[in-house]
């Protein structure tokens, strides 16, 4: 069965610092790889998605996540954080119990930033 | 504005009671989804829906059940067998619910158990 991990479950960086957020999987085939994210009491958005190709994927906000298939990690990288980056952040693969159509998550990593 | 929408945000249960959490979507989607969230554990699979008329059990799907009469609404009932439903539950959508499709959520529904 597949399944994610996010080693991480609370950081706290400075505003303007770079951050990088863990993500490992294992999966029994070519893995599709999603970050979302979730502000306090919302619902999930998100953030850039993986199939194929270029292993360096760029999303929204100023986010990017590479692939790397040796270290089977989908790290999500931010060069410089911003304040209203506070939030909490899940990584996911397609479940292969549900035939890939519903996602497993990882337990999330809750972003803080310091002024 | 196209999207998801979860009624009501906040919504107390007396044990023993069965309530019902909306979740209507405009996005003309084929595909939907219901999540249970809890602290520290992420996201699990309650049910999905991938056509009207069809759904299937996700991995904890003990205690609830869910119909899809119509491709915009897929409600969830929490009935009184579910132990423990104390929970933010989230609704999602995705076009066609294949492996590669972006998936849409609401914005949640917090169930307390009083």
């Known amino acids: 069965a597949q399944s994610v991990t996010q080693p991480d479950i609370h950081i706290t960086v400075s505003e303007g610092a770079s951050l990088e957020l863990r993500c490992n999987y294992s999966?029994?085939?070519?893995?599709?790889l999603f970050w979302y994210v979730q502000s306090p009491g919302q619902g999930l958005q998100l953030l850039l998605k993986y199939f194929s190709g270029d292993t360096l994927v760029q999303g929204i906000k100023g986010f990017e996540a590479e692939f790397k298939r040796s270290q089977s990690s989908f790290n999500l990288r931010k060069p410089s954080v911003h304040w209203s980056d506070a939030a909490e952040y899940f990584c996911a693969v397609p479940s292969m119990d549900t035939g890939r159509r519903a996602l497993t998550f990882g337990s999330g990593t809750r972003l803080q930033v310091q002024p | 504005d196209g999207g998801i929408t979860q009624s009501p945000k906040y919504l107390f249960r007396k044990e023993g009671q069965n309530v019902t959490l909306s979740c209507e979507q405009n996005?003309?989607?084929?595909?939907m989804y219901w999540y249970r969230q809890d602290p520290g554990q992420g996201l699990r699979l309650i049910y999905y829906?991938?056509?009207?008329?069809?759904?299937q059990k996700g991995d904890i799907a003990e205690g609830y059940s869910v119909s899809r009469e119509k491709k915009e609404s897929f409600p969830l009932t929490v009935t009184s067998a579910q132990k423990n439903p104390t929970a933010f539950y989230l609704c999602?959508?995705?076009?066609?619910?294949?492996?590669?499709?972006?998936?849409?959520f609401g914005p949640g529904t917090r169930l307390t158990v009083l």
């Open positions: 996005l003309n989607h084929d595909a």
């Open positions: 829906s991938q056509i009207v008329n069809d759904f």
């Open positions: 999966y029994g085939a070519t893995p599709y």
């Open positions: 999602a959508s995705s076009e066609a619910g294949g492996s590669t499709d972006t998936q849409y």
